[in-house]
């Protein structure tokens, strides 16, 4: 029988009553919408007098600290920290996305899932799920509320900046009504969405604006210019002291040039080549990295592949050749 998402109400109610104590985890490589998910449901439990750890298996970007609790956010899950009640997957499409997290999340009493990535699935025991939603953010200003919570600015301000990212600061298709009703709400409980903006798309580190530079020194094209390609190596995150979530977005370098309807970023890491796609609508990106092991929306999905990085590229670009009808 095929699994179904849970209601946002019994799933928030679980979330109340599964125990005092409680892991959050993040995807790694993680992004605006992973950890303001994750930080603000933390505030918010914290509120309920739970006690509330974060986790992700890569570091919390540079451009992420200032979140209230980034500081707290830990890459290692000690044996005593997985003796949890209740862990909780935050826009975690699948589950080996939590890299060397993934046991202790699955060591948990009661595993949840919160997520809006329609390829989700449904790998926890309860399972808030809606695929296709702007940002992860949205479904847990949802919970927040169901939970009685008040928000307030940090919580807001967490908020608020997920669904900026996820949805290209409300530029992208998938920033819905309901996205933009829940972000003036936000704002209205004190985030300052002039602030986010400066921090997120105005103002960038040196060491960012190096990796953008080796980034699009390397872009190259296919099917004509219909396709852009980007890669990024490990000494290249060496070199310029990045963490590889610091690269989130860059593939959008690509996809943004006139004429260019697929685009994909290749970054070499310790376990494979970690591949970013994105697609102009009506172009699709998600099955592709279905395929190859991985999941995501539409026109933003990704994948991890074992092989060796010019392999990857000729993976990728031959699935997308054929989908523009190349040979």
Not at 3 to 26: N, P
Not at 212 to 239: P, Q, V
Not at 303 to 320: D, G, N, Q, V
């Amino acid at each position: 029988m095929e699994r179904k998402s849970d209601s946002l109400h019994v799933w928030a109610e679980a979330l109340c009553s599964s125990g005092d104590r409680i892991s959050l985890f993040s995807h790694k490589s993680p992004d605006g919408d992973t950890l303001g998910a994750a930080l603000a449901l933390r505030l918010a439990l914290q509120s309920l007098g739970k006690t509330v750890s974060v986790f992700c298996a890569d570091p919390v970007p540079q451009s992420l600290c200032f979140l209230k609790g980034a500081q707290t956010v830990q890459t290692v899950c000690a044996s005593e920290a997985q003796k949890t009640c209740l862990t909780v997957a935050v826009d975690v499409s699948s589950p080996e996305l939590m890299g060397v997290l993934l046991p202790a999340f699955e060591s948990g009493e009661k595993r949840m899932v919160i997520d809006h990535h329609a390829t989700n699935p449904l790998f926890g025991d309860l399972n808030y799920v809606r695929g296709g939603e702007s940002s992860c953010c949205l479904l847990a200003f949802e919970v927040i509320r169901e939970l009685g919570v008040a928000v307030d600015a940090d919580m807001a301000t967490c908020l608020l900046l997920g669904m900026s990212t996820d949805t290209g600061h409300f530029r992208y298709a998938n920033t819905s009504a309901q996205t933009l009703q829940a972000a003036a709400e936000l704002m209205g409980c004190g985030a300052d969405i002039a602030d986010i903006s400066s921090r997120m798309y105005r103002m960038q580190p040196l060491k960012k604006i190096e990796l953008t530079r080796i980034a699009l020194n390397s872009l190259h094209f296919g099917a004509g210019h219909r396709i852009g390609i980007i890669w990024l190596r490990k000494e290249d995150y060496e070199r310029t002291g990045c963490t590889y979530g610091e690269a989130d977005g860059l593939v959008n370098l690509a996809l943004e040039i006139e004429g260019v309807r697929m685009a994909f970023l290749l970054s070499e890491r310790d376990d494979g080549i970690k591949a970013s796609l994105r697609a102009m609508e009506p172009d699709t990106v998600n099955d592709i990295a279905y395929a190859l092991g991985g999941g995501g929306h539409a026109q933003a999905a990704g994948c991890t592949l074992k092989m060796p990085i010019e392999k990857a590229e000729a993976e990728i670009l031959s699935r997308m050749l054929n989908k523009l009808g190349e040979e």
